[in-house]
């Protein structure tokens, strides 16, 4: 059999990092990039006789996420410890949420090659980071062998986002993955980045015969730190799996590590040598209560989702849902095309034209997730505007915006400055195409001789003459007019 005779089956479990000031459950600054074990309290080092106190904002932004995925909050929920040891875990067990979390259902919608997919959402629920262990690093009086440890991390909010096995591809976990970022920094309860850690996932994937319908035996993978890692990995796991089948050798449940260098995965551990985690819940936190009130408030502040502010941008500003959907790349994307409309309202499309290529060519990957525009909102209107006026050719513009963004001058000054003006005087063009006309003999017997390629010739060259200021419109009229003019005698 060959890979096609397969589908893969892939269900994420996402860890994002909520962006609250301190920590889970303790007063300690949530930092990044500081100096190590400089933001710890006795509570996140676990020291005994310490007692966690829930960060209510925590809850707020796992709230915001959970509403905006469509979940049903748990009037109740549970505190867990999940029990291991590892040095950077310092009270020997993470708190986190078990067999009553905090929000249950929901999903997103997902893009595929056939249309639209729903994927569903089994849980999301909150929990707490551990520290981070470090076995390299650049100091000579650290022995090589040795293993430090840094617990600024331990103790920040995290939720957990575990989806039903309802992805069939490398491509739809990717689009998942896109989606979740996008509606975690919308709501502002993330900053998403996964190269920083803020957005972790690992991908569990299994795979069958088309058309069955039972789950194989799954592969949990690891260490995946970039959504096109998410994707590559589970396409190359899906493979691993059919050739092991094909080979008569049936899957092992297993967790299987992601090496970026190689590109493969290998294996971290069996099924037997799972951990037992040993949950119970802390008898140090209560009950989490979150009160109908609690939920209407969240629900109240939550921006227009990415949906529906997609649909509103294409019926207020007369776009198509394509265009409109991908001006919902990020809120502050939506935002700024929004603000350079109200600045020139005559041509909405325009703007989203412009936004959507040469705009977005221009932005970084991190920009674009970000929605930083290369140049305000208010410069693009009035670049739109001056094309839409005649004051400039659409050509020119493309000149004029790299100006924009290397000096953060205005259009207008621009303009003014660089002589960017367009010429649509028909006397001063008519000179010119005269010019090249009487200059080209040759090329006017060509094109009168029926090579009607010729004349775009000609377009290039008055183009050239004039330093690609002419208005296109007004030269293809005289052109027009000086080439197939009558001939005299
Ligand atoms: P575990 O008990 O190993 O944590 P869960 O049932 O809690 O497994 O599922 C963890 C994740 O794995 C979920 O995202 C779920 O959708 C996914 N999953 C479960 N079974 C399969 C399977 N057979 N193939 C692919 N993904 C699966
Ligand atoms: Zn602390
Ligand atoms: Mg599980």
């Not at 479990?13 to 990039?33: M, N, S, W």
């Not at 260490?223 to 799996?241: C, F």
């Not at 028909?426 to 006309?437: A, F, N």
Request: charged share 25%; glycine share 8%; with cysteine.
């Amino acid at each position: 059999m060959s890979l096609s005779d397969y589908e893969s089956v892939i269900g994420l479990e996402v860890h994002c990092q909520l962006k609250t000031r301190t920590k889970a459950f303790c007063a300690c600054p949530v930092v990044f990039g500081a100096e190590a074990n400089s933001s710890v309290c006795p509570v996140c080092l676990g020291y005994p006789g310490v007692l966690p106190v829930i960060n209510r904002e925590m809850v707020s932004l796992a709230l915001r996420v959970a509403l905006a995925a469509g979940c049903e909050i748990a009037p109740e929920s549970v505190f867990a410890r999940k029990n291991y040891f590892y040095p950077d875990l310092p009270k020997g067990y993470q708190i986190s949420q078990y067999d009553r979390p905090l929000a249950t259902g929901g999903g997103l919608t997902v893009t595929t090659p056939e249309g639209e997919k729903f994927i569903r959402l089994t849980r999301i629920h909150l929990e707490e980071d551990a520290g981070k262990s470090m076995h390299e690093f650049p100091w000579e009086d650290v022995s090589a062998s040795s293993s430090l440890v840094d617990l600024n991390r331990a103790g920040t909010p995290l939720i957990e986002i575990v989806s039903e096995p309802d992805l069939r591809s490398g491509d739809e976990a990717y689009e998942y993955l896109v989606k979740l970022r996008r509606l975690v920094r919308w709501v502002d309860a993330s900053d998403g980045n996964m190269e920083e850690g803020s957005l972790r996932c690992d991908a569990n994937v299994s795979i069958r015969r088309k058309g069955e319908t039972t789950l194989g035996t799954k592969v949990e993978i690891k260490n995946l730190n970039s959504i096109a890692h998410v994707r590559r990995a589970i396409e190359h796991e899906a493979a691993r799996q059919a050739e092991s089948l094909d080979k008569g050798r049936p899957v092992v449940q297993e967790t299987r590590l992601w090496q970026p260098d190689s590109q493969t995965t290998r294996p971290m551990r069996s099924k037997e040598e799972a951990m037992d985690y040993r949950y119970f819940p802390d008898p140090d936190l209560g009950t989490l209560v979150v009160s109908r009130d609690w939920i209407d408030e969240v629900r109240r502040s939550l921006p227009e989702l990415p949906e529906a502010r997609g649909a509103s941008l294409a019926s207020r500003h007369g776009l198509s849902p394509q265009d409109a959907a991908l001006l919902t790349l990020s809120r502050p994307f939506a935002d700024a095309f929004e603000r350079a409309v109200s600045f020139h309202p005559a041509n909405p499309k325009g703007i989203a034209n412009w936004l959507l290529s040469e705009i977005l060519a221009r932005m970084s990957d991190a920009d674009r997730q970000a929605g930083k525009i290369p140049v305000p909102a208010e410069n693009l209107a009035s670049l739109v505007s001056r094309i839409d006026d005649g004051t400039i050719s659409g050509k020119i513009a493309k000149e004029l915006l790299a100006l924009m963004i290397d000096t953060g001058k205005t259009p207008d000054d621009l303009i003014t400055e660089k002589g960017l003006r367009q010429v649509t005087d028909e006397g001063l063009l008519g000179d010119t195409v005269r010019k090249v006309v009487e200059a080209n003999p040759q090329q006017v017997a060509a094109y009168r001789g029926g090579k009607a390629a010729a004349f775009g010739w000609f377009v290039g060259q008055v183009m050239k003459a004039t330093g690609g200021k002419a208005n296109p419109a007004v030269v293809n009229q005289l052109l027009r007019q000086a080439l197939d003019a009558p001939q005299e005698g």
